[in-house]
């Protein structure tokens, strides 16, 4: 049995809560947020303590996973607070926002600290179908990728938070909360680049935030190929993600949770035959990210077999060293290495 805490309130806390009932060796045994109604308002759902601050929760007890649903700036810190004192951690994304806040959280890993972060997409149907193909051999051999983040984004998403849209809490705009996801499986599947050059940019909420609404980046895959990634919380609505790849033997493509495929010759792509969900699913959004449930529940397995969780720290900075070379690129014009973890 394990007992464990939510640290943070806000809305993605409701999928980690829910995560949580579903698990029988599971029990929440507290719930923090500064803002006290918050906080009262969760653990009344879980049946568990309210407390104000991870100190305060740290005086009376010490659970033995802490799930961390906290503003960017803040992931690192309590993860180090809770590796000190024994816990493990499952983290929202991104795992951190600066190069030095990553290498830390690493070490600390490597020092025995166990932590599972929430690139939950990995988890859905269509990417696991697409993974299974690549590694049989379905793309042959790779000569580019390409995805699209097309979302939208109001000046009240920002303003109502009070840490969004700032650099020093958020980290960065579209690619560090929105198109991190596609991000992470674009490297998941066609290997980490070894060069981002790319431009960001605030198209429609100047004077609202510090980061950027749009992004898009030339990069070079392992072997020479080409990959490209645009990214806006500028347009009408939440649309479907693409992310395709193309080999010299066949492509694929993902729109949403689909999966589109087109052999060698042929010119349209046709849907994949539908595969069983995993494990847990469930639909959580409409346009993109249906993963939690399964995710956190195999963290939970792992945490008690003793099998490594995929997600760690190591693997889960991946995606965050992409985007910092990303804005250092935009800052100098140059193409950047991103950095290796």
């Known amino acids: 049995m394990f007992q464990v805490a939510i640290v943070g309130c806000g809305a993605i806390s409701a999928v980690h809560a829910d995560a ?62 809770a590796f000190e004192h024994g816990m493990a951690v499952v983290c929202e994304k991104p795992v951190g926002i600066t190069a030095k806040e ?34 049989g051999g379905f793309l042959g051999r790779l000569k580019g990728a390409r995805a699209f983040v097309t979302w939208q984004r109001d000046d009240r998403y920002y303003l109502n938070s009070g840490w969004r849209g700032k650099w020093a809490t958020e980290g960065g705009g579209v690619m560090v909360n929105q198109a991190i996801h596609t991000l992470d499986l674009l490297q998941l599947m066609a290997g980490t680049p070894t060069s981002v050059f ?39 609505e939440d649309a479907h993600i693409q992310l395709e790849l193309t080999g ?56 008690a077999t003793g099998r490594p969780f995929a997600i760690n720290a190591a693997e889960a900075a991946r995606a965050p060293a992409l985007f910092l070379a990303l804005y250092q690129s935009a800052k100098t014009g140059k193409p950047v290495a991103p950095e290796a973890f």
Not at 60 to 80: F, N
Not at 115 to 123: A, E, K, M, S, W
């Open 20 to 81: 949580i009932r579903r698990l029988p060796q599971v029990t929440p045994v507290g719930c923090v947020d500064p803002v006290e109604d918050r906080a009262r308002a969760l653990a009344g759902q879980l049946n568990c303590a309210a407390y104000p601050s991870l100190p305060a929760l740290l005086a009376e007890q010490t659970p033995d996973v802490l799930h961390l649903c906290t503003p960017h700036y803040l992931h690192v810190p309590m993860a180090l607070t």
């Open 102 to 135: 990553l290498h830390e959280l690493v070490a600390a890993e490597q020092a025995g600290g166990k932590i599972g972060v929430c690139f939950q997409n990995r988890y859905n149907t269509s990417v696991r179908q697409a993974l299974a193909l690549i590694k």
């Open 198 to 236: 790319g431009q960001t940019a605030n198209h429609h909420l100047p004077g609202v935030i510090e980061v950027e609404d749009t992004a898009a980046m030339y990069m070079t895959l392992p072997g020479g190929a080409p990959a490209l990634f645009y990214a806006t919380t500028a347009y009408g």
């Open 248 to 303: 010299d033997a066949g492509a694929l493509r993902i729109e949403g949770d689909r999966l589109f495929l087109r052999q060698a010759g042929e010119a349209a792509f046709t849907p994949a035959g539908e595969a069983a969900a995993p494990a847990g699913f469930v639909a959580e959004k409409s346009c993109w990210g249906t993963g939690h449930a399964a995710l956190i529940a195999d963290f939970y397995d792992c945490l």
